[in-house]
């Protein structure tokens, strides 16, 4: 069985709660991930970035929407499962917390470096005609749909962590198929994001998905 991690934040409760709503899920399909402590403001990002020796001022996002350091978190929590991927040299499932499994991970994503499993969860996206593995797709601009599920081999790993030292960006925009062409994508998608809650986004950046409103909460 692969080895499957959730990045949870063990010092929120929601985040918590939300990360069990996803093991439970992924159990129904045979899956049995790890909680994985993510990487908070806390633990001081910029102070990471220099020690990992990567470079703070290439990391850029849109201070209108997102925040810099909780951006910059949830990039080096995934940048700590890629590690992990390499130690252990095996292909890794990587999971949010909000990703709830709607399905099995077909066995033929296997054969692939890195495939995206989770479906866009705002805004507008294409669709294939047809169910299988595809270059990505979904989004404009070859952008990773949110990096709530996805594969990754060691090798995959591998070139994720050296061009992470070159330019580092928030993790659904350093995951392009221009700088990756080998990053694809599944459809239909066996996983979703089901969140009620954001730690990285601002109002303005949380406007744009389906289900911000009165109940949505920016933590």
Same mark, same amino acid.
């Given at each position: $069985? ?6 949870? $934040? ?13 093991? *439970?899920?992924?159990?129904?399909? =045979? ?5 994985? *402590? ?33 951006? $910059? ?24 917390? %909000? ?7 077909? =066995? ?26 595809? %270059? ?57 994001? %089901? %969140? ?8 303005? =950046? ?6 911000? =409103? ?6």
């Amino acid at each position: $069985m692969m080895y499957s991690y959730i990045i949870t $934040m063990m010092n929120n409760k929601k985040s918590v709660k939300a990360a069990k709503r996803c093991a *439970k899920t992924a159990r129904e399909f =045979g899956y049995y991930p790890s909680f994985f *402590k993510a990487i908070t403001p806390e633990d001081n990002p910029i102070e990471i970035f220099e020690k990992e020796n990567l470079p703070v001022k290439a990391f850029h996002t849109d201070t209108r929407y997102s925040r810099l350091e909780p951006a $910059m978190c949830c990039f080096l929590s995934h940048r700590e499962l890629w590690k992990i991927s390499i130690e252990k040299n095996q292909t890794i499932l990587v999971l949010e917390h %909000d990703a709830v499994f709607k399905n099995k991970v077909p =066995g033929e994503v296997s054969f692939y470096d890195f495939v995206n499993l989770g479906k866009p969860s705002y805004g507008k996206y294409r669709l294939p005609q047809n169910e299988g593995v595809y %270059d990505l797709f979904s989004k404009p601009g070859g952008y990773l749909p949110g990096t709530h599920a996805y594969i990754l081999t060691p090798r995959a790993a591998g070139e994720l962590l050296n061009y992470s030292k070159i330019k580092p960006a928030p993790a659904d925009l350093f995951l392009n198929k221009n700088t990756f062409p080998w990053i694809k994508e599944y459809y239909p998608w066996p996983i979703e994001a %089901d %969140d009620s809650f954001t730690t990285v986004q601002k109002v303005e =950046g949380s406007i744009a998905k389906h289900n911000y =409103g009165e109940d949505y909460e920016i933590l």
